[in-house]
Nanobody, 124 residues
Framework: QVQLVESGGGLVQAGGSLRLSCAAS????????MGWFRRAPGKERDFVGG????????RYADSAKDRFTISRDNAKNTVYLQMNSLKPEDTAIYYC?????????????????WGQGTQVTVSS
């Protein structure tokens, strides 16, 4: 079992940056691929990006490419989402999730464990 807690959300102006963190409990964190998803108001939860268990592979949604970077520190049981050049359309609740799959899945059904989410609001 893995418990996930996101932090780092907040209010930022367009063009600004935020770094989200996701702290995991449990000694098996390094065996999970991790994903970041977001849910904008009135929309479904969408894949933002993911990282393999080793950190050697990453995958991003088109909306996140060239602006967002995912990294992880297995020694600290933490995964990060660095978000730069933020836009108002990035406003959403951001969730981290853990998956036992070897590949980085883009569908939320592939992730067994979820955090409670952290709100990101980008003002224009």
């Amino acid at each position: 079992q893995v418990q996930l807690v996101e932090s780092g959300g907040g209010l930022v102006q367009a063009g600004g940056s935020l770094r989200l963190s996701c702290a995991a409990s449990g000694r098996t964190f390094s065996s999970y691929a991790m994903g970041w998803f977001r849910r904008a108001p009135g929309k479904e939860r969408d894949f933002v990006g993911g990282i393999s268990w080793s950190g050697g592979n990453t995958r991003y949604a088109d909306s996140a490419k060239d602006r967002f970077t995912i990294s992880r520190d297995n020694a600290k049981n933490t995964v990060y989402l660095q978000m730069n050049s933020l836009k108002p359309e990035d406003t959403a609740i951001y969730y981290c999730a853990a998956s036992k799959l070897l590949s980085i899945a883009t569908i939320d059904g592939a992730y067994a464990y979820w955090g409670q989410g952290t709100q990101v609001t980008v003002s224009s």
